[in-house]
Each structure stands twice: as C-alpha cells, then as structure tokens.
T-cell receptor, first 115, second 111 residues
Framework: EPEVTQTPSHQVTQMGQEVILRCVPI?????FYWYRQILGQKVEFLVS????????KSEIFDDQFSVERPDGSNFTLKIRSTKLEDSAMYFC?????????????FGQGTRLTVV | RKEVEQDPGPFNVPEGATVAFNCTYS??????FFWYRQDCRKEPKLLMS???SGNEDGRFTAQLNRASQYISLLIRDSKLSDSATYLC????????????FGTGTSLTVIP
C-alpha cells in the first residue's frame, strides 16, 4: 500500500540552527501538506502546496519556514533559525484528487527537538 | 470561534460498550469530513470519510448532519485496541485545500 515517508524520524538541533525535514508523498498525489503537533496539543496546519507553489499557509508559517519540492518526489520543510518553541512532531501529508472528497494520508512524522 | 470543536474527553468505557463522539464545525463552506485515529506519539491514520448519507465500516459508523454542522462517530462493541485519540477533520473548499483538525477525543477501553 502506498505511503508517505518522512526522514529523519527524530532530529535534535541547537537553537538558531537550520533544519530540513524531508518527505516523500504518495506518488500520484497532487496536494502536499505540513502539519505540526506540539506534545499533548492538537494537530496544527502549517502549509499546503499544489502545482509547485504554496496554496495556503497559516500564521505559524512565518518567514522562518519554507517549503520546496526540489524534484518529482521529495517535499521538504526548512526552518531557518530554530527556536525552542519549534520543538514538535512535524507531519507531512498528501492527498490525491481535487479539492473535494480527498482524504489526506500522513507520514510517520519527524520529532524535532530544539535544545 | 474554532473551525472544528470536539469534546476532548477522556472517555473511559468497558469492553463491548458502544461509544459515540461528536464534532462540530463552524464554516458552512466545509466540503469533506473525515475521522482519523491517532495513537500516542504516532501519526493520524484515516479511519473513515464521512458522507451525507452516512457510512459504516464494521463496528464503526459515521454520520454527517449539514444542517446542524456536526459529524459523529459511533463505535460498537468496543475493543481494547480501539483505545486511541479520535480526530475529526474538515476540508474547506473556499480556503484552498486545508484540513482543519479538532483537538481530538481520547478513548480508553477498559477490560
């Protein structure tokens, strides 16, 4: 069964450092997402990506964040200068068809710890 | 007002019980509705989509009430393995392709 894969599973970084979280969405999917979940809290939307550009982003997704789809398979989230409050589980997701009736499938997540 | 609201629980039920969760959404432009299951420190996994006509998958039944803007999930004959957090998710068509998640409802099935 096709699945979304994320690497690394756990990343520890020092405050102020840049991190890149990587995702390989399901191959025929068109929409890609990044979500984050701080321990014990809800799943929060960061950004959606379609047709090689950001289609929507939340208030959390400030100038420190960027996304790229550098080739046909990878989808990356970069945090330029990490803060302690960026510590969270980051989930990548993808969905297939158009805007309606399209389930999103999640990767296993990357646990980011900023120290 | 939050896009999606859920009772966080926790719900503690004995094995074999029937349990129901509700979720309300605030925006009438919402188009698609889903229930996800999330185990501790794991990713949300799609449990089922929710259709206007209602849908059933084994012990799980999902319903959508557009007029009242809520969706529900019914679990019959609860198993220990059903213990998890259940998230409802709503896809709005008017804001691009963003899924809004509720905070999740925690379920523990007790032997």
């Amino acid at each position: 069964e096709p699945e979304v894969t994320q690497t690394p599973s756990h990343q520890v970084t020092q405050m102020g450092q840049e991190v890149i979280l990587r995702c390989v969405p399901i191959s025929n999917h068109l929409y890609f997402y990044w979500y984050r979940q701080i321990l014990g809290q809800k799943v929060e939307f960061l950004v959606s990506f379609y047709n090689n550009e950001i289609s929507e982003k939340s208030e959390i997704f400030d100038d420190q964040f960027s996304v790229e789809r550098p080739d046909g398979s990878n989808f990356t989230l970069k945090i330029r200068s990490t803060k302690l409050e960026d510590s969270a589980m980051y989930f990548c997701a993808s969905s297939g068809r158009g805007r309606s009736y399209s389930e999103a499938f999640f990767g296993q997540g990357t646990r980011l710890t900023v120290v | 007002r939050k896009e999606v609201e859920q009772d966080p629980g926790p719900f503690n039920v004995p094995e074999g019980a029937t349990v129901a969760f509700n979720c309300t959404y605030s925006n009438s432009a919402s188009q698609s509705f889903f229930w996800y299951r999330q185990d501790c420190r794991k990713e949300p996994k799609l449990l089922m989509s929710v259709y206007s006509s209602g849908n059933e998958d084994g012990r799980f039944t999902a319903q959508l009430n557009r007029a009242s803007q809520y969706i529900s999930l019914l679990i019959r004959d609860s198993k220990l393995s059903d213990s998890a957090t259940y998230l409802c998710a709503v896809l709005r068509g008017d804001t691009g392709n963003q899924f809004y998640f509720g905070t999740g409802t925690s379920l523990t099935v007790i032997p």
